[in-house]
Every structure is written in C-alpha cells, then in structure tokens.
C-alpha cells in the first residue's frame, strides 16, 4: 500500500519558519514528481510548490522567495522550507505525488493527509 506521511506542521508566528516533511512509502517503481498544496478554510486547493526527479521546480507567486522546495530521491521525501510565513499562509498542507508503482503502469496521483499550518498575526 502507497503511503505519503507528512510532518512538520504547527503554530508560528508571522514572520517565522517552519520545515514540512513528506515521505512516501510502499511499492514505487517511479515517483516522476512530488509537490505541496494547501487549502485555507473557504478557498479551493492551492499548489504551493512543485519539484520533479529531476530538480526542476516551480512556486506560487505568492510563495516565491520565501518557500523552497527539495527532495531526497533516495528516501522519497520531499522538503518544504517556509521562511517569512504570513498569516495568509494559513492552511492545511497537502504532499502529492505522481507516482508509477510498476513498470507500464500509468502514472497516477497520491496525496497525503495533510498537516495544518498556522501563522499567526
């Protein structure tokens, strides 16, 4: 069973940091990228970043400058460094992946189960 497990969420205040871990776990024969999104209360699911096998990533503008994204392909995990966080950073973070589990197969998406993130004023 594919598994992706988040860590790192919790309290801070506005301009601190905070570091969101993800690790996916299971039979994987391919993982062709992995990111983060996030959803405040009353507002759609947001990408926030975004990296593949490769290192090519990409960023909410409203992130970009302050949140960085990393991987370590050989623990399947993936980093989310937050630095200057804002209030409206506020959310549940979500790990995803697009993930081949055998050769052939399609690629499919997983998610996680998310971790909250609160900033406050």
């Given amino acids: 069973q594919v598994r992706l497990v988040e860590s790192g969420g919790g309290l801070v205040q506005a301009g601190g940091s905070l570091r969101l871990s993800c690790q996916a776990s299971g039979s994987i024969f391919s993982i062709v990228s992995m990111g983060w999104y996030r959803q405040a209360p009353g507002k759609q ?4 970043a ?11 503008d409203s992130v970009k400058g302050r949140f960085t994204i990393s991987r370590d392909n050989a ?6 460094q937050m630095n200057s966080l804002k209030p409206e950073d506020t959310a549940v973070y979500y790990c995803n992946g697009a993930l081949v ?11 996680g189960q998310g971790t909250q993130v609160t900033v406050s004023s």
Avoid at 45 to 48: G, P
Avoid at 50 to 60: F, L, R
Avoid at 101 to 111: C, E, K, M, S
Wanted: proline share 0%; aromatic share 16%.
């Fill in 50 to 60: 975004g990296i593949t096998t490769g290192g090519t990533t990409n960023y909410a």
């Fill in 75 to 80: 623990k399947n995990t993936v980093y989310l």
């Fill in 45 to 48: 699911r947001e990408l926030v």
């Fill in 101 to 111: 589990l055998r050769f052939g197969d399609r690629l499919t998406a997983y998610w």
